[in-house]
Each structure stands twice: as structure tokens, then as C-alpha cells.
């Protein structure tokens, strides 16, 4: 009957097509081969229908088969399974066809790649990278398993090959799927120069069990989600585990480098039972959220200097002789618990911790502006525990040590138009180094001058005060210091910045004020109590000569009698003003206000 379909079991009886199933074919007796399995009958998701085709690709032993003179063809909607294309779990090496399927997967982008349940075994690294790839298995029962030599197991590597000008690739999606290595993997999963992608429930397996051991490795990966996804031996069993669970860090694209890997969510993520969970190099703008980095042997999580910007949300970090050890600048930890160590590494710059439950934190020499607030240390009872803060300018507000139940009472935050920073102490050498204020606002800061100089005082205390928060500017002139000396229960010294020229003569000369009156002199202001209250002069007022001039004797003795009246009446005016300067000289004295 005309327009039947030739059946046949597997692969290798269509390729046996006989010259009379050919010539149906041809002729349009038969409309095409419903294959049954690939390697046996049923060993496929259901048969599928192969037509005849003049298309001039060549047979890749799925899609398009050559047999007797003829191609026959399938046309894949939507997605297409490896099965088709001669993968199984059944092969001791997969790299061929699975090779063959991924070029077929570029080649018809609009297709989503199938991989069976099961462990399919590859002995050659693979890459599989283009425009809106798409790989999806059946969860953590598909396992690539790599058997081969090389240090890398799996690509996802745009820039292979390229150039300085390679661009990244966008849209990938990958699912479902366990990558795993061998005892000599170095690196399990290679991820390179993609964007925009999206992996979920993606999981590493075995890969090398030594410092240079890695199971995910990110090299300038940008903007990808990775949803459920990790390395975990207690998930994903593993008989060589990976020495760091994920390596994030920076790619080269032909000769340059390609940048930091930035802006990637990793959500839900497990990297457990390794040597390091999370090993973060060249890292900025990543965000953790929820997931753990426990039972590592070494690190929970390693946050390298290079790094900025990093936020971990909700992260569980437990089970680590070291949860955290972060030396990058802008890192931020919210509602996070570190079950033994937070180390906070000298390089450290602005790293803030808020609402965490801690063991023991370290904060090392060099690190500058940690702000550890409404958190709680001495947490765990198995846990170490204590603070070592060497750091510079750490604020600690509302943390609570667990086992007593008391705060830390080193910061305090005021609620106006000024407001302090951290109240720990710094050593300065000079007048001239800055304060280093982080508050916008202004604020004040205890110092200790430690060096004599031209005119501050030697080994004095200070205070520094400024009202619009430009610490760090030498510039600024809105700089106040009150000065105390080592060697005097008694002198303030007072100097402000007039002028921004970053010199000495910016500021003005030291002005004394002295508090007891005893210590008062020509040369310093002193703090002194009122003088006495000095009468006002009581003498009344001489009246003027009226008497004309002298014209014979009688007017000449009138006159010599009018001004010896003007003089006793002056005498006594002298006399009452003299014991009213006098009284006033003396209260001035006993006030302090005068010399004595």
C-alpha cells in the first residue's frame, strides 16, 4: 500500500536499507522510516520518522543518515534528545556523538538539547558555548562523566580560539545536569566569557583533590543566574572531591584581559565537604543569597583582595575551621551565621556585617571601616569565640556577646546636625594627617599625638573636630583641635585650619587656656572667675570760674582763693579715683585676670 512507513528496530538497519526499500522510497511507495531505537529496539524516547531529503548537509548519524545513494531526514521540533544521536549510558566513551549532537544544537539554535538519565562517559573535553544554547538533563541522575587525561572536563568557553575582540556569549541555559571529572581533573566545569545565562540545578561531581583542584571555575562571567546549583559530596556522592567547590575570578580573551566576573546571583547555593567552598579572586557585585559553604576543611568562603562589592544574604557558614576569610573592600553580610571564625583580612576595606550570628571574630591588622551592627558573637556553643580587632576605625553598634549578655559599647550614634564616628583612638605623628572620617555629616575623634613639633604639644591627647565630615580632605577648613597636654593637669590647647594648602602654617598658632587661676600669665587666656564689684566715683563735680580776670589787688586775692578751692575740690577727686583703680586692680588679680 502506498505512503506506508519501513519499519526498522535500530541505526544500523536503516543504514541496511535494501535497494528494493530504496527504490520505494524513491518511487514514493513507501513516505519514509520509522525508526524504532537507535542501538536497540525502544532504546529511544518513542520511534521517530525519517523522510527522504535533498539536503546537502552531511549525515551526522541523527538528524540526516546517508544510506545506498539516499539521505534520510528528521526534522527536531522544539527540543531534541541525545539518544537520538547515539549518546547512551551503555558507551565506555560518548565524546564523539555527543560532540556530533552539540554541533547539530548550534547549528539549529532554536532547539533545546535532551540528555538521558544516566552516567554518560566522555574521554574528550568539550565545549559548548554559542547564542542561546540550551542543555537540559534529567536532575542529578544525568551525569557527564569525563574519563579522559586533560586538566579541564566541560567548556562553556566563548572565547576558545578568539581573539582580543571575541565577544561574550548571551542566553546560555543549562539544567538539570551533574558535571563530573576524575582524580585528575583540574578543572571540572570551565565556564568563560558568557552573559546573561541561567543555570539551574546544575551540580559538580568528582575533580582533583589538591590546591589546584576546582569544580566550577568562573573566568569572567557576567550577569548569570546559577539557581540551585553547587558542588556538595553530601549531594552529589563523589569518590575524588574537589579541593575548592567554585572559583570565581577573571578570563583572558586573546591576550587581555577580559574582566572581572561581576553581577552573577547565585541563589541557593551548597559548596559542602570540600577543601574550600567558595573561592572568590577577581570577583565584583556577585550576590549569594540563602545556600551554605559548610564542612570544608579549610575555608567556608575566601574573599580575595581584588574583590568588591560582594553580598551574601542569608548564607549558612558552619562546620569551617575558618567560615569567612574576606581582605576585599565593600563586601556586606546580612542575616548571615559564621559558626566558628569571621575573619576580616588586613586589605579589608568597608566590609559591614548587619544582623549575623557569630562565633568568634577576627579582625586583622591593616583592615580599616568594618562595621559589625545588630549582630551577636559567642553564638555557638561548640564554636570559637572572643573579638580580636586590631583593624582601624572598626564600629561595632548594638553587638551582643551571647555568653554575658552584655554590648559593645565602642560606638555611639547621635541623632543631630553633628555625628561621631567610631570612638577608637588613632595615633598621629603630625597635625597634618587626616582624621578620616566616614560620616557625611561631621563629626569628632579622639587622637594621640605621639611626636614633639614646632607648636603642638609633645605626647598630647586630642580631639579633632569637624563640621562637615571632609576628614579625608586636606583641603578642608572646617577642622577644629583641642589639645591636652601629658605633663599638665591644667592647659587646653586650641588650633583651627585657616587655610588648605596641606602645610603647618594652615593652621593657626596654638592658643593656652589655662584653668587655674594661679597658672594664668601675660602670654595665655585663663578660665578665671569674676572680679569684686568696684563702686563708682561718689566726688561731686568742680563748677567752673566765674570770676573775671584780675584787675587790681581784691580781684587778684578773689581769684588765688577760687583756684585754691578748685584745687582741694581735684585733690579729693584724685584721692577717690586712685582706691577706686586700686580696689579694681586688686579684684582683677584675685580673680586671676591680672597678673598678680
Not at 562523566?145 to 556569549?169: N, P, R, V
Not at 586589605?347 to 557569630?358: D, E, H, L, N
Request: charge should be negative.
Amino acid at each position: 500500500m502506498a505512503n506506508q512507513f519501513l519499519i526498522k528496530d535500530t541505526m544500523v538497519d536503516m543504514r541496511g536499507l535494501s535497494a528494493c526499500e530504496i527504490l520505494a522510497l524513491q518511487s514514493g511507495c513507501c513516505a519514509g522510516v520509522e525508526l524504532l531505537g537507535y542501538y536497540e529496539k525502544g532504546d529511544t524516547p518513542t520511534p521517530i520518522i525519517y523522510s527522504l531529503s535533498t539536503t546537502l548537509l552531511a549525515d551526522n548519524g541523527g538528524s540526516i543518515v546517508e544510506t545506498g545513494g539516499i539521505k534520510l531526514e528528521h526534522q527536531f521540533i522544539e527540543h531534541v534528545n541525545a539518544l537520538y544521536f547515539g549518546v547512551s549510558v551503555s558507551l565506555t566513551d560518548n565524546a564523539a556523538r555527543l560532540a556530533v549532537f552539540f554541533d547539530y544544537l548550534k547549528e539549529n539554535k532554536a532547539l533545546e538539547g535532551i540528555l538521558p538519565i544516566g552516567t554518560i562517559a566522555y574521554s574528550q573535553t568539550l565545549n559548548f558555548v554559542f547564542e542561546g544554547a540550551k542543555l537540559r538533563g534529567q536532575g542529578k541522575g544525568t551525569i557527564l562523566k569525563f574519563t579522559g587525561s586533560a586538566d579541564k572536563a566541560f567548556e562553556i568557553d566563548a572565547f576558545k580560539g578568539g581573539t582580543e575582540t571575541t565577544q561574550f556569549i548571551n542566553n546560555i541555559t543549562i539544567s538539570d545536569i551533574v558535571f563530573s571529572g576524575n582524580a585528575n581533573t583540574t578543572i571540572t566545569l570551565y565556564l568563560r566569557g558568557i552573559a546573561r545565562s541561567k543555570f539551574s540545578n546544575v551540580w559538580v561531581g568528582d575533580g582533583k583533590n589538591s590546591s589546584d583542584g576546582y569544580g566550577w571555575y568562573l573566568a569572567s562571567v557576567q550577569l548569570t543566574q546559577f539557581l540551585g546549583c553547587g558542588c556538595s559530596k553530601y549531594l552529589t556522592p563523589m569518590t575524588s572531591v574537589p579541593y575548592a567547590g567554585i572559583f570565581i575570578g577573571l578570563g583572558q580573551r586573546g591576550s587581555i584581559t577580559a574582566g572581572n566576573s561581576t553581577n552573577n546571583t547565585f541563589y541557593q547555593n551548597y559548596f559542602e565537604g570540600l577543601g574550600i567552598g567558595v573561592l572568590m579572586s577577581q570577583a565584583d557585585e556577585n550576590t549569594f543569597i540563602g545556600g551554605s559553604a559548610e564542612a570544608n576543611s579549610v575555608y567556608g568562603i575566601v574573599v580575595g583582595k581584588d574583590c568588591k562589592v560582594n553580598t551574601f544574604i542569608g548564607v549558612g557558614l558552619e562546620a569551617n575551621p575558618v567560615d569567612v576569610s574576606d581582605s576585599s573592600s565593600y563586601s556586606t553580610y546580612t542575616n548571615c551565621y559564621f559558626g566558628n571564625i569571621l575573619r576580616i583580612g588586613s586589605t579589608a576595606k568597608q566590609i559591614s556585617v548587619v544582623g549575623a550570628m557569630i562565633g568568634r571574630i577576627e579582625i586583622q591588622d591593616g583592615a580599616r571601616y568594618i562595621e559589625i551592627k545588630n549582630s551577636v558573637y559567642n553564638r555557638f556553643k561548640n564554636g570559637a569565640k572572643g573579638i580580636v580587632d586590631l583593624g582601624e576605625r572598626t564600629s561595632f553598634v548594638n553587638v551582643e556577646d551571647f555568653d554575658s549578655e552584655k554590648f559593645i559599647k565602642q560606638n555611639i550614634e547621635i541623632d543631630g546636625t553633628v555625628a561621631s564616628d567610631s570612638y577608637k583612638v588613632k595615633e598621629k605623628n603630625d597635625i597634618l594627617t587626616p582624621i578620616n572620617s566616614i560620616n557625611p555629616i561631621g563629626g569628632f575623634s579622639p587622637i594621640i599625638v605621639k611626636e614633639a613639633a614646632p607648636f603642638w604639644p609633645t605626647l598630647g591627647v586630642a580631639l579633632g573636630v569637624d563640621r562637615t565630615g571632609n576628614f579625608n580632605d586636606t583641603n578642608s577648613i572646617s577642622s577644629f583641635r583641642i589639645y591636652s597636654k601629658s605633663n599638665t593637669l591644667d592647659e587646653l590647647y586650641f588650633t583651627k585650619k585657616l587655610f588648605g594648602t596641606g602645610a603647618i602654617t594652615d593652621w593657626s598658632p596654638l592658643r593656652r587656656l589655662i584653668h587655674d587661676n594661679n597658672l594664668a600669665t601675660t602670654t595665655v587666656k585663663g578660665i578665671v572667675s569674676q572680679s569684686a564689684v568696684v563702686a563708682n566715683v561718689v566726688a561731686s563735680n568742680s563748677a567752673k570760674s566765674v570770676l573775671n580776670d584780675a584787675a587790681d589787688l581784691a580781684t587778684s586775692v578773689a581769684l588765688v582763693n577760687d583756684l585754691k578751692s578748685k584745687y582741694n575740690q581735684a585733690v579729693d577727686l584724685i584721692n577717690e579715683l586712685k582706691a577706686q583703680v586700686n580696689t579694681k586692680l586688686q579684684s582683677d588679680r584675685a580673680s586671676g585676670q591680672q597678673a598678680s
